[in-house]
């Protein structure tokens, strides 16, 4: 099933499963991707599945445009398997094939009209993100919607961030540089994550959050 992976300077924050025929993007909680930087418009691109695996990226009209491998497209593109997506900061990578990560399948996101946030059915009503610190994207809030959300840059640094029935836990997942948690290097054993928290991953920092 094809796949969608966004970054932001090399820290994985979003992988999506294309399952809808129409799958929009956009900084409005409406879309079913929400990217919620200025430098996204309201509705920004839509991807269009087509048969089992062919996938169509069309702009919206948006005002800092949407790039294919350091192209700007003016008119309905197909995708192709790796081709790399810009938008403002965010990388976006397409994968044809999603294959199995290990922790369960994923799924395309909708909304939680309740939160403004793009959720998964059966998200917990706590409001759980993490906020970048430091870079050019500062600010930027990345909200945690699944039971099991991986941050990182593969082969450098990853970590996996789960929701349990006693609250979300952080652990190290993959890489030779160990993430911390306010400082002190994780492991593979979970740690548990509580507001406010600093997570430092591959040279961003990032403060957890439940609101």
């Known amino acids: 099933m094809p796949q969608l992976i966004a970054t932001v300077e090399g820290v994985e924050i979003k992988r999506v499963q294309l399952v809808k025929d129409r799958t929009t993007l956009g900084r409005k909680p ?3 991707i929400v990217l919620e930087n200025m430098v ?4 920004h691109c839509a991807f269009e599945l087509q048969g089992l695996a062919d996938v169509f990226v069309e702009d919206l009209h ?3 445009g949407t ?3 350091g192209m700007m497209i003016k008119q309905r593109h197909q995708l192709h398997n790796r081709d790399q997506l810009a938008i403002g900061n965010f990388r976006i990578e397409y994968l044809s094939e999603s294959g199995h990560t290990g922790f369960g399948e994923t799924m395309a996101m ?3 009209s309740s939160s403004g946030y793009a959720a998964l059915a059966g998200a917990p009503p706590l409001h759980a993100s993490f906020k970048v610190l430091t870079g050019s994207s500062a600010g ?3 909200p945690v919607v699944k039971a099991v959300t ?5 082969g450098v640094a990853v970590v996996a961030v789960s929701h349990r ?3 979300y836990f952080v652990a190290h997942l993959d890489g030779e540089q160990h993430a911390t948690l306010n400082g002190e290097p994780l492991s593979a054993d979970a740690r548990p994550l509580v507001h406010d928290d600093v997570l430092e991953l591959a040279g961003t920092k990032m403060m957890f959050s439940l609101a």
């Open 67 to 69: 790039y294919v491998n």
């Open 30 to 32: 409406h879309n079913d």
């Open 40 to 43: 996204v418009s309201s509705e």
């Open 150 to 154: 991986t941050f990182g840059k593969p």
């Open 110 to 112: 909708k909304v939680d």
């Open 62 to 64: 948006s005002t800092n």
């Open 165 to 167: 029935r006693t609250g």
């Open 140 to 142: 930027l809030e990345v």
